[in-house]
């Protein structure tokens, strides 16, 4: 079996916001008139994104990202909209406060294998990130812990490789349980409100700087599987 190597990923800034729903409005308003939308949009600029995320049975990702650790992890699987036929498995990583993310198309069979406890596939694939997967669940005991759902607005900058989304109606749904199900409808994980994430490379240009700005609000850790978390 031949593995390809991985292919090294930039890492990037990230800035999180929690803001109210007339902070979103007027936000969202003034991003409209200044960037383009991303092609995932549909008419009303917006999509639904489904993840479930993996942790270890001492919720190890959970702790570390709670406590700050400086080089955390985290696994999960994602679909968009209602279409489960396009899944990516993704890690998503932190070094030093950069952020980081790989990924890896999984078909509906291999889902649904992963998620029965059938994960020979994993080991037999010859793709890096799933091999990955396998030893973590092998070795530390990697587990579906919890649903994470929202509508997610995203805008895009080419300056600086800029993407600023505005995630809202946050729900969640328990361990592996009818994931796959786009129809279901989740626990509202937080009072009304939105998580504004501005993400860039080297540079944060000065029209996103000031498009982004809120009064009285600071950057500050903001993690929707952490919140999700709160339901378990």
């Given at each position: 079996?031949?593995?390809?190597?991985?292919?090294?990923?930039?890492?990037?800034?990230?800035?999180?916001?929690?803001?109210?729903?007339?902070?979103?409005?007027?936000?969202?308003?003034?991003?409209?008139?200044l960037?383009?939308?991303?092609?995932?949009?549909g008419?009303?600029?917006?999509?639904?994104?489904?993840?479930?995320?993996?942790?270890?049975?001492?919720?190890?990702?959970?702790?570390?990202?709670?406590?700050?650790?400086?080089?955390?992890?985290k696994?999960?699987?994602?679909?968009?909209?209602t279409?489960?036929?396009?899944?990516?498995?993704?890690?998503?990583y932190?070094?030093?406060?950069?952020?980081?993310?790989?990924?890896?198309?999984?078909?509906?069979?291999?889902?649904?294998?992963l998620?029965?406890?059938?994960?020979?596939?994993?080991?037999?694939?010859?793709?890096?990130?799933?091999?990955?997967?396998?030893?973590?669940?092998?070795g530390?005991?990697?587990?579906?812990?919890?649903?994470?759902?929202?509508?997610?607005?995203?805008?895009?900058?080419g300056?600086?490789?800029?993407?600023?989304t505005?995630?809202?109606?946050?729900?969640?749904?328990?361990?592996?349980?009818?994931?796959?199900?786009?129809?279901?409808?989740?626990?509202?994980?937080?009072?009304?409100?939105?998580?504004?994430?501005?993400?860039?490379?080297?540079?944060?240009?000065?029209?996103?700087?000031?498009?982004?700005?809120i009064?009285?609000?600071?950057?500050?850790a903001?993690?929707?599987?952490?919140l999700?978390?709160?339901?378990?």
């Open positions: 079996m031949t593995i390809e190597p991985a292919k090294a990923v930039s890492l990037r800034h990230e800035l999180k916001h929690q803001i109210n729903p007339q902070e979103d409005l007027a936000l969202s308003q003034r991003l409209r008139k960037f383009v939308h991303d092609k995932h949009a008419s009303d600029g917006a999509y639904q994104v489904t993840s479930l995320y993996f942790d270890t049975p001492y919720d190890s990702a959970l702790r570390e990202k709670i406590d700050g650790v400086n080089r955390r992890e696994f999960r699987l994602r679909y968009y909209g279409d489960i036929s396009l899944i990516r498995l993704e890690k998503k932190k070094v030093n406060g950069l952020c980081g993310k790989r990924s890896a198309r999984m078909t509906l069979e291999q889902a649904e294998k998620l029965s406890g059938e994960i020979g596939f994993l080991l037999d694939s010859g793709e890096p990130l799933f091999l990955e997967l396998y030893s973590k669940i092998k530390k005991g990697l587990l579906p812990k919890t649903i994470v759902r929202y509508s997610r607005e995203a805008f895009l900058y300056p600086g490789n800029v993407r600023i505005l995630d809202r109606d946050i729900r969640t749904g328990l361990g592996n349980v009818d994931f796959l199900n786009p129809g279901i409808f989740y626990l509202r994980a937080m009072e009304p409100g939105t998580v504004l994430e501005v993400k860039y490379d080297a540079f944060l240009p000065e029209l996103v700087h000031m498009a982004v700005q009064p009285g609000r600071q950057a500050a903001c993690s929707k599987y952490a999700c978390r709160r339901f378990d």
